[in-house]
């Protein structure tokens, strides 16, 4: 049944479309990017707070095994080094389209970078999932959405689950020992008043955590897809979570301001803000990017 959670805004930022948050362990801090305003975020757990200006709309970003970032962008997937100021673009696998950019991404229990695309205007079905795997080309995987998001993987990293936020459709992939992803269905299918299924994330149980943009909520599914729990937003459109802190017992959930009139943002004062809830259940830590 829904509960109610406490919810702590950690870093107000007021971004356009926050979104993409990942912890990254070696820092002992969360990453999240605002796409539309062009910035990356970075808050410690000391509550220490940074923030850099980025040359192109970054949709997410991943560390990598040797340092810096494999990052999803509006000119393709680039390698990032915030300290050298550096976007290099290293595929640019939808130059045939010039009006998509990536939008989500998250790397996978192997090591391996999932990133979506979409058209920016949100008019054409021309998304594609696409898969890169340290020393390939990115690999289509899926195509044909309107809005990519997630993906989010089981903690056996046998089953991706991925999103068509606006279809309000969460799918399910298995991924087999070759790595491909296979067999998708329709995982969770929702409908009006429910919001759209945006970022998500797994816990260590396996349970699958999804932010609702437009649904004022986060909210817990089974691996059978039962809702289970409900953590209540103060703001309207929380777009992504992850786990963090030290003992992976935190949650930090992204959220946008972006198309919020006025009224609206005097009731939702730290809309685009960075928030942080103790869910009650551990995640699991994020593997870099191999490459």
């Known amino acids: 049944m829904p509960s109610e959670s406490p919810v702590a805004c950690v870093a107000d930022v007021h971004a356009a479309l926050g979104e993409g948050p990942v912890w990254v362990q070696r820092e002992r801090g969360v990453y999240w990017v605002d796409i539309k305003g062009k910035k990356i975020f970075r808050l410690d757990d000391q509550g220490g707070l940074r923030q850099w200006t980025t ?46 950019r990536f939008n989500d991404g998250k790397v996978d229990r192997r090591g391996r970078f999932w990133a979506g695309t979409m058209d920016d205007r949100e008019r054409e079905a021309s998304g594609t999932l696409y898969v890169l795997e340290a020393g390939n080309v990115p690999a289509a995987v899926d195509t ?6 997630g993906p989010a993987f089981s903690p056996a990293g046998d089953i991706m689950y991925h999103n068509d936020s606006a279809r309000q459709v969460t799918y399910a992939f298995d991924i087999g020992g070759d790595g491909k992803a296979v067999n998708r269905r329709v995982f969770l ?103």
């Open 189 to 291: 299918q929702f409908g009006p008043g429910d919001g759209y299924p945006d970022g998500m994330t797994v816990d260590e149980e396996g349970c699958l955590w999804i932010a609702f943009w437009d649904g004022w909520a986060v909210r817990r599914y089974s691996p059978a897809g039962e809702w289970l729990e409900t953590i209540r937003m103060p703001v309207a459109r929380p777009t992504s979570c992850v786990f963090g802190g030290i003992d992976l017992d935190r949650m930090y959930i992204t959220s946008a301001s972006i198309g919020l009139d006025e009224d609206a943002l005097k009731m939702q004062p730290n809309a685009g803000g960075l928030f942080m809830v103790k869910p009650g259940v551990r995640g699991l830590a994020d593997v870099p990017f191999a490459g």
């Open 144 to 149: 044909g959405y309107n809005v990519t998001n």
């Open 55 to 100: 040359p192109m709309r970054v949709g997410s970003l991943a560390p990598r095994t040797g340092g810096g970032f494999i990052a999803g962008t509006e000119d393709g997937i680039a390698d990032v080094s915030l300290d050298g100021d550096r976007y290099d673009v290293l595929f640019r696998p939808e130059e045939h389209l010039p009006e998509n």
